[in-house]
């Protein structure tokens, strides 16, 4: 199982190893345009929108937010990856973790 494991890790590696400048440029973009809860409109299109360039499936506006989205990969039956997004900034500190 190890070795599959570390496959697995090497191909994530990989993966964003090719995609770094593009990753990059996304990080940039949301960290000098800051926006707040539920108003994160222009960070929604530009998260969803890679997604949907890289070939998600990207349903927009999901649980009655205009903000909110869920990408899926695939259709078949295999363990799964959630990824949670948090792309709205926070008054006076812009993006960061305001978790305690």
Do not use: I, K, Q
Request: with cysteine.
């Amino acid at each position: 199982m190890t070795d599959a494991l570390d496959e697995v890790f090497a191909r994530v590696r990989r993966e964003v190893t090719a995609r770094a400048e593009r990753l990059w440029d996304v990080a940039l973009t949301l960290h000098n345009e800051p926006e707040y809860a539920f108003e994160e409109h222009r960070a929604a299109a530009l998260l969803s929108g890679e997604l949907s360039w890289e070939g998600f499936t990207v349903e927009r506006g999901v649980a009655g937010l205009p903000t909110a989205f869920v990408a899926r990969w695939g259709a078949r039956p295999r363990p799964t990856v959630a990824l949670l997004l948090e792309y709205d900034a926070l008054p006076g500190l812009g993006h960061g973790c305001g978790h305690t």
